[in-house]
């Protein structure tokens, strides 16, 4: 699931992105492209539930990590496979086992619970990185941060009901790749000391491969064409909602263009009401919109927070 995504991913993916105009810029092409790519990563999830059925999740892992691949294989060839040189190959294969378990831990979650609760439930990602951030690396939270955190971990809880409703294994599983994602965020903003973003995505796309190779084998069932088309289609559809993101992003900030992550879910529910008779309730809605608000919140302090020290502001450090 690759929606969750800091600086360093952004960097990444603008080394293989074409350059930008910067006449064309303007915050309404960003909001638009934002909306096209969380549409394309919410219309991938409708199709590795619908090939999920007969096809292992490990296996719909490999064939999304060999499509990331090769979404940077052109590129790779024309730098001659320099950006793949690092002192860190270690810390590169830690990173990619977090994030290869983060995406088949998702796909497992959307074979066990309502596409539309697994979408809202996904949305508090970035509360954990900014938690772990805060737990490992000693960045400054104060009374706003923890209080926009704790709204959105009641959002989270508004969809769960823990009590009220049955507790599906596939939470369990989102739960999982939320904290697996949130590992991998981790080590990319460590690695981004040392390596060049786009080595940093380029290893971990390279990397994945094997390792849901590994796990795919065990399980592997031979798709048929409309089954191999539909994983195929997965491929594209990520590759392309990186590379709109990637675009967005290069036109606007991520707080102002975080709430349009809302999308996701209505998306999700249309997805689901279609094709799977599947119909998000109220409690959805409502934790879906509590999270998206909460991370935005977030995204815009830190927005402010890196402008000052752009800025090179020397006063009381900004309350986060």
Known sequence: ???L??????NTLSAVAPTVNVKSRGFVGAALLMVLSVTFFTVSHGFVRGVGAEIHPFEIAFSTSLFSFLFYLPWLMRARFRPLRTERIGVHWVRAFFNASAVCGWYFALMLMPLPDAVALALTGPLLVTFGAILLFGEPARLRRWVAMGTGIAGAFLIIRPGFQAFSAGYWFVIFCLACTAGS?????QLTFSEAPAAIGAWM???????????????WTWPNVKQLVMMVTVGLLVGAAHYTLTLAYDRAEVGALEPFNFVRLVIAALIGYVFFAETPDAWTWAGGAIIVASTSYIAHRE???RSDRTLGSKGTPTEE
């Open 205 to 219: 796309a390279l990397l994945q491969v094997p390792i849901t190779f590994a796990l795919a084998i065990f399980f």
């Open 303 to 305: 927005t402010v927070r």
């Open 185 to 189: 965020r981790l080590i990319t903003k």
């Open 1 to 3: 699931m690759a929606t």
């Open 5 to 10: 995504m800091d600086s360093s991913d952004k």
